[in-house]
C-alpha cells in the first residue's frame, strides 16, 4: 500500500512509533500518569496495556525481537554479548550484522512505504533502507559509518556538533554528568526526528531513546524506599519522576509535527524495578562441585581471568541481568567433560538445583530456569544451555569468582541501581480507529510487528510468533 505523494504529505507519517527502552509501566500507568498529559491522552483516546517481553527481557535482543517478530531462539541473539563459537572466552558483542531477517521497516520499505529509522537499537553498522537511518548505541564512535545514506552523517554533525550516540559510562558515580548526558541525548533525538518531519515526508517514522533505560540505572535508588541502598532526601529524588515529565512534553512536541491522522505507538522493550542484589553464579557452581578452579581466587575476578581446570568443570556461567549457564560437553566444548548421554540429565539436575537456591533470609527467591529448546521456536547460534532468572529479574547473575560469597549487594560492572523487568509497556493510538482507553491484556512484545502490519494490509512474513492485537 502506497499513498500518493499529496496524500503522504499531508498524512505524514502514517505510522511513528516512539520506543522509550526500559519504561516502566507501573510509573505510566498508575504513578505518575497525572503528571504525564501527553500519554495520558494518548491512552484514554487509545489502546494500552503492559507488554511482555522477550526472554531474556533487556535490550539487545528485545528491539530486534520486537521489530522482527522472531524470537532469540530464531535470531541466535541470547544477549548483549554472545559466544561467537564453542570456545570458553569466545563472548562478544552482538551488532546488527546478527539479525538476518526483515524487521518493520524493510517489509514497509519493500511496500513502498519512505521510513526514517532514528537509534533503534540492533541498527548499528547501518543497514540500508528505504528513506533514512541513524544507528543505534552499538556504534563505536562517531568516527565509524553510523547513518544511511553515509552522507546524512555529515548533516547530522552539523546540528549537533557533539552528537551523542549513548549516555558515556552511565554506570559511575559522577551523577551530574550523567544525568546532563542523558537529558542532551533526548533531545538531540527527538530534535532530529522533528527536522526530519519538517524536511522530508515520511510515510513511517521510528525512534528510541536509550535515556529512560540510562536513568534507571543511575538513580533509581535516590526515589525508591524499596531499595537496598536507598537514599533518603536524595538531591536526586526525583530525577526519574522528572525525565519521565520531559520525555512526555518532548512527545507532545513531536506529535505536533504529525498529521491529525498519524497512527501513534509508544512502547518500551522491557521495564524496570529496583535491584535488590546479586547472585554469584560461578561461586555457586564451584560450591556445588560443577565448576573447578586450577588455582584459588582470593579477590573476586572476571571468570575469564580466572584458572579454570576445564578437565573437572561441568559447568560454568555469565553474569549480567539474568543468568547463563553453559555445560561443557564432550565433543561441542574443546575440552567437554559431560558424555552427551547424560547431558539431558546433567541440565535437569542443574535446574533442579538453583531452584532451590534460598534468599539470603532463607525464604524462597522465586528462581525460574529456562531451557532454550521449550521457549524458543527454534535454537540458532551457541545458546546458553540454562537461562536464569533470579526473582523476577529482582536480582542479577554475578559471574565473577574469588568472592567467597553466593548474594552481594553490589554489581560487578559497576554502579547500578536497577534491573529490567520482565514486562515494558505499549500505548497505540489510531485516530482512525480510536479505542477510548481500551486496555489490552496478554501482549507480548512479539505481537507489534504482526499487529501493525495487519492494520496496514500488509502481508506478514511467514513464521511469525506474534498474534494480532484488537487495536
Given at each position: 500500500?502506497?499513498?500518493?505523494?499529496?496524500?503522504?504529505?499531508?498524512?505524514?507519517?502514517?505510522?511513528?512509533?516512539?520506543?522509550?527502552?526500559?519504561?516502566?509501566?507501573?510509573?505510566?500507568?498508575?504513578?505518575?500518569?497525572a503528571d504525564l498529559?501527553?500519554?495520558?491522552?494518548?491512552?484514554?483516546?487509545?489502546?494500552?496495556?503492559?507488554?511482555?517481553?522477550?526472554?531474556?527481557?533487556?535490550?539487545?535482543?528485545?528491539?530486534?525481537?520486537?521489530?522482527?517478530?522472531?524470537?532469540?531462539?530464531?535470531?541466535?541473539?541470547?544477549?548483549?554479548?554472545?559466544?561467537?563459537?564453542?570456545?570458553?572466552?569466545?563472548?562478544?558483542?552482538?551488532?546488527?550484522r546478527a539479525v538476518?531477517?526483515?524487521?518493520?521497516?524493510?517489509?514497509?520499505?519493500?511496500?513502498?512505504?519512505?521510513?526514517?529509522?532514528?537509534?533503534?537499537?540492533?541498527?548499528?553498522?547501518?543497514?540500508?533502507?528505504?528513506?533514512?537511518?541513524?544507528?543505534?548505541?552499538?556504534?563505536?564512535?562517531?568516527?565509524?559509518?553510523?547513518?544511511?545514506?553515509?552522507?546524512?552523517?555529515?548533516?547530522?554533525q552539523n546540528w549537533?556538533?557533539?552528537?551523542?550516540?549513548?549516555?558515556?559510562?552511565?554506570?559511575?558515580?559522577?551523577?551530574?554528568?550523567?544525568?546532563?548526558?542523558?537529558?542532551?541525548?533526548?533531545?538531540?533525538?527527538?530534535?532530529?526526528?522533528?527536522?526530519?518531519?519538517?524536511?522530508?515526508?515520511?510515510?513511517?517514522?521510528?525512534?528510541?531513546?536509550?535515556?529512560?533505560?540510562?536513568?534507571?540505572?543511575?538513580?533509581?535508588?535516590?526515589?525508591?524506599?524499596?531499595?537496598?541502598?536507598?537514599?533518603?532526601?536524595?538531591?536526586?529524588?526525583?530525577?526519574?519522576?522528572?525525565?519521565?515529565?520531559?520525555?512526555?512534553?518532548?512527545?507532545?512536541?513531536?506529535?505536533?509535527?504529525?498529521?491529525?491522522?498519524?497512527?501513534?505507538?509508544?512502547?518500551?522493550?522491557?521495564?524496570?524495578?529496583?535491584?535488590?542484589?546479586?547472585?554469584?553464579?560461578?561461586?555457586?557452581?564451584?560450591?556445588?562441585?560443577?565448576?573447578?578452579?586450577?588455582?584459588?581466587?582470593?579477590?573476586?575476578?572476571?571468570?575469564?581471568?580466572?584458572?579454570?581446570?576445564?578437565?573437572?568443570?561441568?559447568?560454568?556461567?555469565?553474569?549480567?541481568?539474568?543468568?547463563?549457564?553453559?555445560?561443557?560437553?564432550?565433543?561441542?566444548?574443546?575440552?567437554?567433560?559431560?558424555?552427551?548421554?547424560?547431558?539431558?540429565?546433567?541440565?535437569?539436575?542443574?535446574?533442579?538445583?538453583?531452584?532451590?537456591?534460598?534468599?539470603?533470609?532463607?525464604?524462597?527467591?522465586?528462581?525460574?530456569?529456562?531451557?532454550?529448546?521449550?521457549?524458543?521456536?527454534?535454537?540458532?547460534?551457541?545458546?546458553?544451555?540454562?537461562?536464569?532468572?533470579?526473582?523476577?529479574?529482582?536480582?542479577?547473575?554475578?559471574?565473577?569468582?574469588?568472592?567467597?560469597?553466593?548474594?552481594?549487594?553490589?554489581?560487578?560492572?559497576?554502579?547500578?541501581?536497577?534491573?529490567?523487568?520482565?514486562?515494558?509497556?505499549?500505548?497505540?493510538?489510531?485516530?482512525?480507529?480510536?479505542?477510548?482507553?481500551?486496555?489490552?491484556?496478554?501482549?507480548?512484545?512479539?505481537?507489534?510487528?504482526?499487529?501493525?502490519?495487519?492494520?496496514?494490509?500488509?502481508?506478514?512474513?511467514?513464521?511469525?510468533?506474534?498474534?494480532?492485537?484488537?487495536?
Open positions: 500500500m502506497t499513498s500518493s505523494p499529496l496524500s503522504s504529505r499531508i498524512h505524514s507519517p502514517r505510522l511513528l512509533i516512539i520506543g522509550l527502552d526500559c519504561m516502566e509501566p507501573s510509573l505510566v500507568f498508575e504513578q505518575w500518569r498529559p501527553h500519554l495520558s491522552r494518548l491512552m484514554s483516546l487509545g489502546s494500552y496495556g503492559r507488554l511482555e517481553s522477550c526472554i531474556p527481557a533487556i535490550t539487545v535482543p528485545a528491539w530486534s525481537c520486537m521489530m522482527s517478530g522472531r524470537d532469540p531462539g530464531e535470531l541466535g541473539i541470547y544477549g548483549f554479548r554472545n559466544r561467537r563459537d564453542r570456545g570458553y572466552q569466545s563472548m562478544a558483542i552482538s551488532d546488527g538476518r531477517v526483515p524487521r518493520l521497516w524493510d517489509i514497509l520499505g519493500d511496500a513502498g512505504w519512505t521510513v526514517g529509522v532514528l537509534s533503534v537499537p540492533g541498527t548499528s553498522p547501518p543497514p540500508a533502507v528505504n528513506g533514512c537511518l541513524v544507528s543505534c548505541f552499538l556504534t563505536p564512535n562517531p568516527e565509524v559509518p553510523y547513518t544511511h545514506p553515509p552522507e546524512l552523517a555529515a548533516q547530522i549537533f556538533p557533539k552528537f551523542l550516540l549513548d549516555v558515556p559510562e552511565f554506570r559511575s558515580e559522577e551523577k551530574d554528568r550523567i544525568l546532563n548526558s542523558i537529558y542532551a541525548l533526548c533531545d538531540q533525538r527527538f530534535t532530529l526526528a522533528e527536522k526530519w518531519l519538517a524536511q522530508s515526508c515520511f510515510d513511517f517514522l521510528m525512534l528510541v531513546d536509550m535515556g529512560v533505560d540510562r536513568i534507571h540505572h543511575a538513580f533509581w535508588k535516590a526515589m525508591d524506599p524499596r531499595h537496598p541502598h536507598y537514599q533518603p532526601d536524595s538531591p536526586y529524588a526525583n530525577a526519574i519522576h522528572d525525565y519521565y515529565c520531559y520525555i512526555d512534553r518532548r512527545i507532545g512536541a513531536l506529535l505536533q509535527q504529525c498529521s491529525d491522522q498519524t497512527a501513534v505507538l509508544v512502547v518500551s522493550d522491557h521495564g524496570a524495578q529496583p535491584l535488590m542484589g546479586g547472585i554469584c553464579l560461578n561461586e555457586w557452581l564451584i560450591q556445588q562441585g560443577y565448576l573447578t578452579l586450577a588455582e584459588p581466587v582470593t579477590e573476586p575476578l572476571p571468570l575469564d581471568r580466572a584458572a579454570v581446570d576445564w578437565s573437572r568443570t561441568q559447568a560454568w556461567a555469565a553474569g549480567g541481568y539474568y543468568g547463563r549457564i553453559f555445560l561443557n560437553v564432550q565433543g561441542r566444548e574443546p575440552e567437554g567433560v559431560v558424555p552427551l548421554a547424560q547431558y539431558e540429565q546433567v541440565r535437569n539436575q542443574l535446574a533442579e538445583q538453583l531452584q532451590q537456591l534460598p534468599h539470603p533470609s532463607g525464604s524462597s527467591l522465586n528462581i525460574r530456569v529456562f531451557q532454550p529448546q521449550q521457549i524458543y521456536q527454534k535454537v540458532r547460534g551457541v545458546a546458553p544451555d540454562l537461562i536464569v532468572y533470579f526473582d523476577d529479574l529482582a536480582w542479577r547473575s554475578i559471574g565473577t569468582v574469588g568472592g567467597g560469597t553466593l548474594y552481594t549487594t553490589e554489581n560487578d560492572t559497576g554502579p547500578d541501581d536497577a534491573n529490567h523487568a520482565p514486562f515494558g509497556l505499549m500505548i497505540f493510538y489510531d485516530p482512525q480507529r480510536p479505542q477510548q482507553g481500551q486496555i489490552i491484556e496478554g501482549a507480548q512484545l512479539y505481537d507489534i510487528l504482526p499487529t501493525l502490519l495487519a492494520r496496514y494490509g500488509i502481508a506478514a512474513p511467514p513464521g511469525l510468533r506474534g498474534k494480532v492485537l484488537p487495536v
